[in-house]
């Protein structure tokens, strides 16, 4: 037996030992405390907590705190619907790629309609991954929005398509949207033409989610300017925070200049690992940097996202009773708290 790393064997490593687990006693005992030792070491010194201090950690340690350092409430059941109609429009925005959009839409859309809503999901992005990700083929539709926002004669009865998911219909996209922001550039109002083509729709749903495509470009102002409220998903990544700022930019200007009404809904902690520091810091400077319009539900990852996708299904339905489709179950209660007509 070689011995290796027990005390006085060589073992040619310059790693310090381990200590042992139990300290062996001193061969002389300490000498005793004096008085006057004992006094001013052994006994704790006196530290009284003010009253304010000690009322908020009783607070805290009453009131659990979810992911965003916040306390975290409990949403209620929305109230069930008698009649649908009067659609709120929202833009799901960032101009960075791969934080989530696409993904939360389906998945919020699909929540809302296991919550009795009518949802009415919009594929604004010419790579169409909304589409994708609910099991079209992009190349073997006949009627997509494009043909909806150029052509007058197609009416939006003719584009939409069902989802799968009961209460949630689509409205399609593929590459030949790409082509719209070109032409529409020389057209009348070009900003309204999607606020145009979804009145009908006003009437017939409660909720229509708008998927933009990663660009503050023409599209992303027209999804803007049809909306009455912006969610913007972000990663919880150091990168994802930089462009928030001229994101914020955009929709004041959108605001200001075409549509007074557009608020911004919320912002959403997306691809969230509680493990490590550099999430929870993120989403520090995300909570000091927004406050309340940060949602208190956070999207954290998991595999079961992706697996969603290759199934063309929302999570919700894949699987219904993962940690995700929880999130997203509760992220449609929070943001139906925050409506004024809820």
């Not at 008698?82 to 929540?111: D, F, M, P």
Request: aromatic content about 4%; charged content about 20%.
């Amino acid at each position: 037996m070689s011995g290796a790393g027990f005390p006085g064997h060589d073992t040619g490593s310059s790693a310090p030992q381990m200590p042992p687990l139990v300290r062996p006693p001193h061969q002389t005992p300490h000498p005793g405390p004096t008085p006057r030792d004992e006094q001013t070491v052994t006994q704790p010194i006196p530290f009284e907590r003010p009253l304010e201090t000690r009322a908020t950690t009783t607070l805290e340690a009453e009131t659990p705190l979810g992911p965003t350092g916040r306390p975290m409430p409990v949403f209620p059941e929305p109230r069930p619907l008698t009649e649908h109609g009067g659609a709120r429009v929202i833009s799901l925005c960032n101009q960075k790629g791969g934080v989530g959009k696409t993904t939360t839409t389906i998945n919020l859309g699909a929540s809302l309609a296991e919550l009795g809503r009518k949802v009415l999901l919009v594929d604004f992005d010419p790579q169409g991954s909304l589409s994708v990700g609910l099991g079209l083929h992009p190349h073997e539709m006949d009627l997509t929005i494009y043909n909806l926002l150029m052509d007058r004669e197609t009416v939006l009865d003719e584009v939409v398509v069902p989802s799968g998911i009961e209460g949630m219909d689509l409205l399609p996209s593929n590459i030949d949207l790409s082509a719209a922001e070109v032409q529409l550039v020389h057209e009348v109002a070009r900003e309204q033409t999607l606020q145009r083509v979804l009145a009908p729709a006003l009437e017939h749903y409660d909720v229509i989610l708008i998927d933009c495509q990663p660009s503050l470009g023409l599209l992303t102002v027209n999804a803007l300017t049809a909306s009455d409220g912006v969610i913007v998903p972000l990663e919880c990544e150091y990168f994802a925070l930089r462009g928030v700022a001229l994101l914020k930019t955009t929709i004041d200007k959108v605001r200001e200049r075409l549509n007074p009404k557009l608020e911004i809904e919320g912002v959403l902690g997306t691809m969230f690992d509680g493990r490590t520091l550099h999430s929870r810091e993120v989403m520090e400077r995300l909570v000091s940097a927004w406050g309340d319009k940060v949602f208190h539900t956070v999207i954290r990852r998991t595999v079961k996202f992706s697996d969603a996708t290759v199934a063309g299904e929302p999570i919700t339905a894949y699987a219904s009773s993962s940690t995700g489709a929880d999130a997203y179950r509760q992220l449609a209660k929070e943001v139906l708290t925050r409506w004024p007509a809820e």
